[in-house]
């Protein structure tokens, strides 16, 4: 059985910082990538930031705010937010996956998510 357990969100006000925990447990084979993803209520689920052999990618609305780490091989990642703004408001999950050389998804595991709450 597969389990993502990801920690680390809560309720803080704008300007503050957070750093939210995954560790990947569990028959996954093959993974070449782990990151983060957010969907706030009504939106579809996005991308925030992942690391895969090649390096580390974020969207662009959190550039130069947060910072992604971890190691694939040991099946975990972080994520350091800072200079939080309202508009991060949402839950957190976390992924690992296999992806092709193109970047598209073979395989997907998911993490249950977590809550970050940013208030003004």
């Known amino acids: 059985q597969v389990q993502l357990v990801e920690s680390g969100g809560g309720l803080v006000q704008a300007g503050e910082s957070l750093r939210l925990s995954c560790a990947a447990s569990?028959?996954?084979?093959?993974?070449?990538?782990m990151g983060w993803y957010r969907q706030a209520p009504g939106k579809q689920r996005d991308l925030v930031a992942a690391i895969t052999s090649g390096g580390t990618n974020y969207a662009d609305s959190v550039k130069g705010r947060f910072t992604i780490s971890g190691d694939i091989g040991k099946r975990t990642v972080y994520l350091q937010m800072t200079s939080l703004k309202p508009e991060d408001t949402a839950v957190y999950f976390c992924n690992a996956g296999r992806r092709d050389t193109l970047g598209y998804s073979i395989r997907d595991y998911w993490g249950q998510g977590t809550q970050v709450t940013v208030s003004t």
């Open positions: 569990g028959s996954i084979l093959g993974i070449n990538a």
